[in-house]
């Protein structure tokens, strides 16, 4: 028995009150014999009927009579008795109501059957060549195939029918029976399988894993990794819950017809064994009742409407006279432990043998520590040894450490005093004490004499989870398990092995930033066996202690929340140029795409050196829902062929069944298409794959996603073939738009099924050139050379200094098949191939374009824009031009779209050059070189936001207000005007008949009776029902919502400092500044000048009209020239919001690419003038 356990027999009673150092749980009763018996807060071990782990609790009646539950109430927020209502249901005497706090609010009644069972006869067949196309379906003679009993497979002993060493697929049917389809709920298939499988009922597929194609070929080698069996070794089959099931199933007779998929002919093992179960809304009498490995009770436990909270939670319940019976407070419960009554002692204990539905166990425990160990030293990078002191516990509690990177256990060496670590280290520690559970593991890792230049990632986990022969996720495994050829599939990293690891996360040699504990598996495709350095996968779950990841770990998002991250170790790409993939997925930034964010990080497992991997975000639901403040649980993301990831592909499969069946050249059929395809985004997604020349795609690395609330988008990952692969670095050639439309592909890597979708498009004409312009403004703009090779010098630069180190820990491995002599030499070479290719392949692509579609040729078209401050044109609906002179090529017989669009200020007039029209929107076909020159003319001024007070004085407390200035000589009606800050839903209306006067002001309070204390004479509107930061904006709408003006305003640099909470206001210089412009604005006059001149005085330099400075191009990806001064100047720029993100001096090159999208301000300084100038970074 554990010697922390609590032994029944020799009488040692629990404690009601826990130390508030310790887990506390406190549960309240009354004189009701139903009480809260057990609650788990964090489960991973007991499946719900759809094969989820949720939340659990559970219910007893202790007493001798019968208790019905109807319109009793169980609670999260005891403000809210009646949360979640019990129906009608009876708890007899002595028995146990499990409920799953799920979420999933489900009250009634389901009753399970299984109709197929493990053991069952099938008609099996082992295929030598592709069987009947009609082998599926329900009419399908099998007299002639074998009967065998479920499972099928060899080599783990857990077959009933034995089939051929090596085989690899074999394909089962199974007749069953629906008796009662109308109160049929849903079809559940639980199955056991190595490798990958297709189900069908009735000739439609219901499921898959681990396979792709449609339907795969009866010897596919196109399985994505060696999946192992789990009912052999004590595990539960995979779950596929089917809920939508009217197209396919019928009352009666139907069949289950599976295909079942080895991974290669030298695999160890293979096995199939499902089972069918339906559950019913009613009672049935189908089928046996369901075998225990499946979890499924004749039945089925409640659900919830809430979760319970892993952190802390109070579980109320209420009898139907809204009358409290019991209350539970859970606080710190580990992972998989329980809170619940002895059965002993009536008191409160701690259970990590869970009993939901029945008596609670009899070994106990007080509780479980709460207390963290403290170590002396963060972890991070040291120069020179140290003393490390653990501390934390109390006189009556054990410190227990490692230095191996395994958990401490109650056998692990004992803390006493401070000891020196001196070497390259990752330390655990855990408190123990008698008759609790121990507290968490805590992990400080420490490296020496290391110095990078990027940031670090330091894992810790024990050696057996990942170098242990029988079980250890990164090797290979016992002899004779795999493989011996590459990618060495059976080997134990072809697995989807989960174990415990530790993350420390260390911004350039800094200590510790961050760190968490989660899940590890390995990741990837063949680069599992190619590379030495496998690719891993990070997974957030409640079981590991933290639910998601918290840190910006990538400067370019905007969210720093993550449940998934991946060290990707370059896949096909590495130990090559080691940076394709983030450079060509980057390389969209700012584009719409949806790809995964990067940061090169160098990497030490268990204190050693790891080399280089980069550190991504992972395609999952949550990405998405992050990249588009969408709700990850409503999100459909499918792969390959429509298979699922998340959600289901019904509305996909609709949508190829349309395409495919349907004249798309129709404008009508299209808008069909149209209406479910994003397809701005669409068209940029093949053109980009096009142009990098992408070979391993359309057939493979492609996913998709969409939203109720959006249309179908596409992601871009994994590119280690674009710009040729590493064995055809020169293909810039390739006709990768041929490729990519083809119909007759083979197998891999553009199959018909994957090219089907851009073949119909290209149908339809309109598609056909919206396609054909934007891939021509990406080449006009972002796929220009320079840029593309700018972009990736500018990458490699970020990782060099770390590569020397990288290759060197890796070159000698035995995975690497070549000589690495000359590292810099080595890498150099790949790099140079990326720049080449970025060289050649712009005017290749054309030419490409031009052939594929037949069109006459292309031709420069040039924007010649006069005055860049009054406006730009558009190109597309895509490009923003706001160049003086711009030019791009384009293609005749495909219409350009231009609009031209003023400046807050300026109106616009005509176009002129090769063509005059006052229409700002334009369609040109170009058959000779053209250029065409937008004149705008400028508008009276209009209203001006002049003055704003914010934070007053506590001596001069006027509260806030602001001051509006009308610069034209009439006056001007305001009414139902807006006035907003930086929050949308503070909004106030400026009442009906409002009027400003020509030449005059307006002030807007937040306080009446404040400001007239102050100001009693001065007109003004109010009562704001807001008010305004230190760092805040004041925006400004007409009657139509339309924007007028607007400030982004902040207390600190280069904004006047001299206003919060001082009884200043900051004053614009002159209404006829730019307000948006920092420099602009001044404390001028004490307590501020509403209703007044704020001064005559202008503190800015004057200028002439003359451009003394050019800055392009702009809008900017990622280099902004400055041309146009000899003397020296400084550079600086701003957000809106006035933060300084970059400053430099006397460069006429400033690198953007790290800046989000979004407008900057440009200010340049020399000792004669001071210019800022707005810029759009793209």
């Known amino acids: 028995m554990n010697i922390f356990a609590i032994n029944k027999t020799l009488g040692i009673l629990t404690i009601r009150y826990c130390s508030a150092l310790l887990l506390i749980c406190v549960f309240f009763s009354s004189a009701q014999t139903i009480r809260i018996n057990e609650v788990v807060s964090s489960n991973s071990v007991y499946l719900d009927e759809d094969g989820d782990t949720p939340d659990w609790f559970e219910l007893h009646n202790y007493g001798t009579q019968n208790v019905s539950l109807e319109n009793w109430n169980i609670t999260d927020d005891s403000n809210v008795l009646d949360k979640w209502s019990f129906p009608s249901v009876i708890l007899q005497p002595n028995e146990y109501l499990l409920i799953w706090a799920s979420g999933k609010d489900r009250t009634i009644n389901t009753f399970s059957r299984t109709l197929i069972n493990q053991g069952d006869v099938f008609k099996y067949n082992i295929p030598n060549n592709e069987p009947d196309i009609n082998w599926k379906n329900l009419n399908f003679d099998s007299s002639l195939w074998s009967n065998g009993s479920s499972g099928f497979g060899y080599g783990d002993e857990d077959d009933n029918t034995s089939i051929p060493y090596g085989t690899l697929s074999v394909y089962l049917r199974k007749i069953f029976n629906?008796?009662?389809?109308?109160?049929?709920?849903?079809?559940?298939?639980?199955?056991?399988?190595?490798?990958?499988?297709?189900?069908?009922?009735?000739?439609?597929?219901?499921?898959?894993?681990?396979?792709?194609?449609?339907?795969?070929?009866?010897?596919?080698?196109?399985?994505?990794?060696?999946?192992?069996?789990?009912?052999?070794?004590?595990?539960?089959?995979?779950?596929?819950?089917?809920?939508?099931?009217?197209?396919?199933?019928?009352?009666?007779?139907?069949?289950?017809?599976?295909?079942?998929?080895?991974?290669?002919?030298?695999?160890?093992?293979?096995?199939?064994?499902?089972?069918?179960?339906?559950?019913?809304?009613?009672?049935?009498?189908?089928?046996?009742?369901?075998?225990e490995i499946l979890n499924l009770s004749d039945d089925n436990p409640y659900h919830t409407n809430f979760k319970i909270s892993s952190s802390s939670e109070t579980l109320t319940l209420s009898n139907d006279s809204g009358i409290i019976v019991d209350e539970v407070l859970v606080e710190g419960l580990p992972a998989n432990t329980s809170i619940g009554v002895s059965t002993y002692s009536g008191n409160i204990v701690t259970y990590t043998e869970t009993t939901p539905g029945y008596e609670n166990s009899d070994e106990e425990f007080l509780g479980s520590i709460q207390q963290e160990v403290v170590f002396s030293e963060n972890g991070g990078f040291k120069d020179g040894e140290f003393i490390l002191?653990?501390?934390?516990?109390?006189?009556?509690?054990?410190?227990?450490?490692?230095?191996?990177?395994?958990?401490?256990?109650?056998?692990?060496?004992?803390?006493?005093?401070?000891?020196?670590?001196?070497?390259?280290?990752?330390?655990?520690?855990?408190?123990?004490?008698?008759?609790y559970l121990p507290s968490s593991v805590f992990t400080e890792s420490y490296v020496f004499g290391n110095n990078h230049d990027i940031d670090a990632i330091m894992l810790t986990v024990d050696p057996v989870d990942f170098f242990d022969d029988e079980d250890g996720i990164y090797v290979f495994g016992p002899e004779g398990t795999y493989d011996q050829g590459q990618p060495h599939f059976g080997a134990n990293f072809w697995e989807d092995w989960e174990r415990p690891v530790h993350l420390s996360f260390h911004e350039t040699n800094s200590e510790l930033v961050s760190s968490f504990n989660g899940g590890v598996k390995i990741f990837g495709g063949w680069s599992r066996g190619q590379n030495g350095q496998r690719s891993l996968s990070f997974f957030a779950r409640g079981q590991y202690g933290d639910s998601k990841f918290e840190h910006p770990y990538f400067d370019n998002l905007d969210y720093d929340d993550f449940q998934a991250l991946v060290l990707r170790s370059s896949g096909q790409d590495w130990l090559r140029s080691n940076i394709k993939d983030i450079t060509l997925t980057s390389l969209m930034r700012g584009s719409g795409l949806d790809f995964?964010?990067?940061?090169?990080?160098?990497?030490?497992?268990?204190?050693?050196?790891?080399?280089?991997?980069?550190?991504?975000?992972?395609?999952?639901?949550?990405?998405?829902?992050?990249?588009?403040?969408?709700?990850?649980?409503?999100?459909?993301?499918?792969?390959?062929?429509?298979?699922?990831?998340?959600?289901?592909?019904?509305?996909?499969?609709?949508?190829?069944?349309?395409?495919?069946?349907?004249?798309?050249?129709?404008?009508?059929?299209?808008?069909?298409?149209?209406?479910?395809?994003?397809?701005?985004?669409?068209?940029?997604?093949?053109?980009?794959?096009?142009?990098?020349?992408?070979?391993?795609?359309?057939?493979?690395?492609?996913?998709?996603?969409?939203?109720?609330?959006?249309?179908?988008?596409?992601?871009?990952?994994?590119?280690?073939?674009?710009?040729?692969?590493?064995?055809?670095?020169?293909?810039?050639?390739?006709?990768?738009?041929?490729?990519?439309?083809?119909?007759?592909?083979?197998?891999?890597?553009?199959?018909?099924?994957?090219?089907?979708?851009?073949?119909?498009?290209?149908?339809?004409?309109?598609?056909?050139?919206?396609?054909?312009?934007?891939?021509?403004?990406?080449?006009?703009?972002?796929?220009?050379?320079?840029?593309?090779?700018q972009h990736i010098n500018q990458i490699f630069q970020s990782v060099q200094p770390e590569i020397v180190d990288h290759f060197n820990r890796w070159k000698d491995d035995p995975s690497v098949w070549y000589e690495i002599s000359d590292i810099s030499g080595h890498n150099g070479f790949y790099i140079w191939a990326m720049t080449n290719f970025a060289n050649q392949r712009p005017s290749i692509a054309k030419e490409h374009i031009k052939e594929e579609f037949n069109l006459p040729n292309f031709h420069p078209l040039t924007i010649t824009n006069q005055d860049i401050a009054a406006g730009f044109v558009e190109v597309n609906e895509n490009l923003n031009i706001q160049e003086f002179s711009w030019t791009g090529d384009y293609f005749e017989t495909v219409p350009v779209k231009l609009t031209a669009t003023a400046e807050i200020g300026y109106e616009f007039s005509h176009w002129s050059g090769d063509l005059f029209s006052t229409n700002p929107t334009i369609e040109i076909l170009l058959d000779g070189a053209f250029e065409v020159i937008p004149n705008f003319t400028s508008?009276?001024?209009?209203?001006?936001?002049?003055?704003?007070?914010?934070?007053?004085?506590?001596?001069?407390?006027?509260?806030?207000?602001?001051?509006?200035?009308?610069?034209?000589?009439?006056?001007?009606?305001?009414?139902?005007?807006?006035?907003?800050?930086?929050?949308?839903?503070?909004?106030?209306?400026?009442?009906?008949?409002?009027?400003?006067?020509?030449?005059?002001?307006?002030?807007?309070?937040?306080?009446?009776?404040?400001?007239?204390?102050?100001?009693?004479?001065?007109?003004?509107?109010?009562?704001?029902?807001?008010?305004?930061?230190?760092?805040?904006?004041?925006?400004?709408?007409?009657?139509?919502?339309?924007?007028?003006?607007?400030?982004?305003?902040e207390s600190e640099e280069p904004w006047p400092t001299c206003a919060d909470e001082t009884g200043n206001t900051i004053e614009l210089i002159d209404p006829d500044l730019d307000n948006t412009v920092a420099e602009n604005w001044d404390c001028i006059n004490q307590n501020g000048s509403p209703n007044a001149v704020n001064s005559s005085e202008l503190s800015a330099i004057e200028m002439d009209n003359e451009k003394i400075i050019n800055m392009y191009p702009n809008p900017v990806f990622d280099i902004l020239n400055i041309s146009g001064t000899e003397s020296s100047y400084d550079v600086e720029i701003y957000t809106v919001l006035g933060q300084k993100v970059i400053e430099k001096s006397n460069t006429n090159a400033i690198d953007l690419s790290l800046l989000k999208q979004g407008i900057y301000l440009v200010k340049i300084t020399n000792e004669k003038y001071v210019i800022t100038e707005r810029i759009i970074k793209n």
């Open 596 to 789: 995964q964010e990067h940061n090169p990080v160098a990497t030490y497992i268990n204190g050693e050196y790891w080399g280089m991997y980069n550190m991504r975000e992972k395609v999952n639901e949550h990405m998405l829902a992050s990249k588009h403040n969408i709700d990850a649980d409503r999100i459909t993301l499918l792969f390959g062929n429509a298979e699922i990831i998340e959600g289901d592909n019904d509305e996909y499969n609709e949508l190829i069944d349309y395409i495919q069946n349907t004249d798309l050249t129709d404008e009508l059929n299209f808008d069909y298409v149209r209406q479910r395809v994003d397809l701005k985004q669409y068209a940029l997604y093949q053109a980009t794959n096009i142009f990098i020349n992408n070979t391993d795609w359309p057939g493979n690395n492609i996913k998709f996603w969409k939203h109720p609330d959006t249309k179908w988008r596409w992601i871009m990952y994994d590119t280690d073939f674009g710009f040729g692969p590493w064995w055809n670095w020169g293909n810039f050639s390739e006709n990768t738009l041929n490729f990519a439309l083809n119909p007759n592909g083979p197998g891999w890597p553009n199959p018909p099924w994957s090219t089907l979708l851009f073949r119909k498009l290209i149908t339809n004409l309109s598609f056909r050139n919206q396609f054909i312009n934007r891939y021509a403004d990406e080449l006009n703009t972002r796929f220009l050379s320079d840029n593309v090779s």
């Open 178 to 291: 629906i008796n009662d389809l109308e109160n049929l709920i849903s079809i559940i298939l639980d199955i056991d399988y190595d490798d990958a499988f297709v189900a069908y009922i009735n000739g439609i597929e219901i499921c898959r894993a681990n396979i792709n194609g449609v339907p795969p070929p009866f010897n596919s080698n196109d399985i994505n990794t060696d999946h192992e069996a789990q009912m052999y070794s004590g595990g539960l089959p995979d779950r596929f819950n089917l809920t939508d099931f009217s197209s396919y199933l019928l009352e009666g007779e139907n069949v289950l017809a599976i295909q079942a998929h080895n991974i290669s002919s030298g695999s160890s093992d293979f096995t199939i064994i499902p089972f069918l179960s339906a559950i019913y809304s009613s009672p049935n009498t189908s089928g046996i009742d369901p075998p």
């Open 389 to 435: 002191t653990l501390s934390g516990n109390t006189n009556s509690q054990i410190i227990r450490y490692t230095e191996d990177g395994t958990s401490p256990t109650p056998n692990s060496e004992a803390y006493s005093d401070p000891f020196q670590v001196s070497e390259n280290s990752s330390i655990r520690a855990r408190i123990f004490q008698e008759n």
């Open 939 to 1049: 508008l009276p001024p209009s209203i001006v936001i002049n003055e704003i007070n914010y934070r007053s004085s506590g001596s001069f407390n006027v509260d806030d207000w602001i001051e509006l200035y009308n610069p034209k000589n009439n006056s001007i009606d305001l009414s139902n005007w807006k006035i907003k800050d930086n929050d949308d839903s503070h909004v106030f209306v400026f009442p009906e008949g409002t009027q400003i006067n020509g030449n005059g002001f307006l002030i807007i309070v937040k306080d009446q009776a404040d400001f007239i204390n102050f100001f009693p004479e001065i007109p003004f509107i109010g009562d704001l029902d807001f008010g305004f930061g230190s760092s805040d904006a004041v925006r400004l709408f007409n009657s139509d919502n339309t924007l007028i003006d607007e400030v982004y305003y």
